[in-house]
C-alpha cells in the first residue's frame, strides 16, 4: 500500500498567532483518517492547505508523490475536496452545476460519471426537479461531495462532513479512496476512522486505532 499524502514540517502563521507548528503526517491508499481537535486547532487551515485554496509559511505537501507547489495539474487530479462552507451555485440544479463540473474537470466518460456520482449520492430524485439553493443543507453538502468525487480521485479531504456522508462515497465506490475527514473529537468519527491525527496547538499526534500513537 503505497503513501498517497505526506505532509512534512508544516508551518502556517497568521500575524503573531502561530496556527500550525511542525505539522508532520502520512496517509496511505484507502486509509481513512480523522482530523480531530477544538475549535480553532487548525484543521480548516491544514485542509486549505492540503487543497491548494492557501500557501504553507514553510513545510512540504505531495500528493501521490507529486509536490502541490509545483502546482502541478496532475497532482490536483489526485484529490477531491469540500471546504466547510463550500460555496454552490443555488440557481443551478444538481444535474445542471454536476455537468458543468464535469466540462471544467475534462472528466473521462463524463456521461458515466455524472449518472454514477447521481445514483450514488442519492440525487436523482433531485437531480432536475430542484435548484441547488432549494435543498436542505445535507443533500447540499452531498451535492459538494459528488462534485469531489468525480473520476474517483484516490484522495478526499472532507472538512466537517458528517461520517454517515463520508460511508456513502466508501460504499459507492468500487476503489476506495484515502479520506481525510474532520471532527471536533474521536468519538464522533471513531465509526469509519481507522487512525486519528490530534491537533492541538497546530502540533500533530497520530493515533491508530483504540488511539494508540502510530
Known sequence: MGTIL????????????RTLRNLTFSINEGEVFGLVGPSGSGKTVTLRILSG???????TVSIGGI????????????????AENHPLPGWLTPFEYLRLRVRLKDVRDGRRELSRVLQTYGLLPYGKRYRIGQLSSGHRRLVALADADLAMPPLLLLDGLEPWQVRVALEGRPNSPAVLLTGRSAPELEA????????????????GEGGRAA
Open 192 to 207: 469509519i476512522c481507522q487512525k486519528f491525527i490530534f491537533l492541538d496547538r497546530g502540533s500533530a499526534t497520530v493515533c
Open 6 to 17: 505526506e505532509v512534512r514540517g508544516l508551518c502556517r502563521s497568521f500575524g503573531s498567532h
Open 53 to 59: 485554496s492557501l500557501e504553507g509559511d514553510s513545510g
Open 67 to 82: 509536490s502541490l507547489a509545483a502546482r502541478s495539474r496532475k497532482a490536483h487530479e489526485l484529490f477531491g475536496s469540500v
